[in-house]
């Protein structure tokens, strides 16, 4: 029987497994990969500390960290958690783990667009991470869908490799940070459509049309494109934790208490972006990280 077991190894997971180990927590660290969210950024330019370090780095870092103290890490897909006399948490690999507490910072996973073509071309040109399959379009022209950060992230991880670029948003302005936008302006390669409204993803073995409706006109236009990049948001991973043992938002997030990070299961704390805070950052769940492994310890020292 662990004390607490962390389901998640991102920058949540991770800064609550080192916070939960310097506390002499018996503890679990349960993740599918140790990439998560930030381990998709090319370049990450706001954790204090790094002037510019790519996020696949600071995961690695972190990671490190934590194995130097000692932390068991099992690499394992959490499947459900259950609460009995404690906590039991399953996972798809088969393994059942018992602990006293449980902190749940699962993160978030794309958001997916829904229209015709996008599950049958996933892995034959349609993407939902650049930092994974960018350069698998070299010299090819692709669309990403979206333009907020994400979305201009992944344009400019894009043009490294592909020959021209186009950005398609939805709304009829783009949203994404001003530093972001400054280094679209520069790129010749990207083209940026507003006001468009993704229909369908056309081909035959691979991605060869993207169709959309330009929202002004009210027209179906078609881009020849050989791979579509779908950076419409995420959501949150919170699908294993049953509704008896959290409330959720209508987003799916797990709701907290923003002072403890407590669900309304004693014991059952989450931490990052799988739940409601506001801002989703690196340094925010971190910092929520912290926060979930100092209410646990003082949980558990109660009980
Ligand atoms: C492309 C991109 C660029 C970004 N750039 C920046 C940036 O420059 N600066 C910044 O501050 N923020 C940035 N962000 C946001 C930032 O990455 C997130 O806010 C942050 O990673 C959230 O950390 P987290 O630990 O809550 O979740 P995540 O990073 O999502 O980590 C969750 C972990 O849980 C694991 N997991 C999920 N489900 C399960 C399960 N069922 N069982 C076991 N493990 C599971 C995942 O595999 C993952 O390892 C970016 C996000 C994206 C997508």
Not at 254 to 282: C, E, H, R, W
């Amino acid at each position: 029987m662990y004390d607490l077991i962390i389901i998640g190894g991102g920058p949540a997971g991770i800064t609550a497994g080192i916070y939960a180990i310097r506390k002499k927590l018996n503890t679990l660290l349960v993740s599918k990969d140790f990439v998560g969210q930030a381990g998709e950024s090319s370049l990450i330019e706001n954790w204090p500390g790094e002037k510019q370090i790519s996020g696949a780095q600071l995961l690695l870092k972190m990671k490190n960290h934590l194995e130097s103290l000692g932390a068991e890490i099992k690499q394992e897909e959490v499947k459900n958690i259950e609460k009995k006399d404690c906590f039991i948490v399953e996972t798809s690999q088969g393994s059942r783990y018992q602990a006293k507490a449980v902190i749940v910072a699962s993160g978030a996973l794309p958001r997916t667009l829904g229209i015709k073509g996008e599950k049958e071309f996933i892995g034959r040109g349609v993407s939902y991470c650049a930092i994974c399959d960018a350069p698998f379009f070299n010299q090819k022209i692709v669309a990403v869908i979206g333009g907020g950060n994400s979305g201009l992230e992944t344009a400019l991880d894009l043009t490294k490799y592909a020959k021209k670029i186009y950005i398609l948003e939805f709304s009829s302005k783009i949203k994404a940070d001003e530093v972001l936008q400054e280094r679209i302006r520069k790129e010749t390669k990207i083209e940026i459509i507003l006001g468009a409204q993704a229909q369908e993803i056309r081909g035959d073995s691979f991605v060869k049309e993207l169709v959309y409706i330009d929202r002004k006109t009210k027209k179906e236009k078609t881009l020849q494109i050989d791979g579509v990049f779908v950076q419409i948001g995420r959501i949150p991973a919170s699908w294993f934790v049953k509704g008896e043992l959290v409330d959720l938002t209508p987003r799916g997030e797990i709701k907290i208490d923003l002072n403890t990070n407590q669900t309304k299961t004693p014991g059952l704390f989450a931490a990052g972006d799988v739940t409601s805070i506001l801002y989703k950052q690196i340094i925010i769940a971190a910092g929520e990280g912290a926060k979930a492994a100092l209410s646990c310890y003082s949980y558990l020292k109660q009980e």
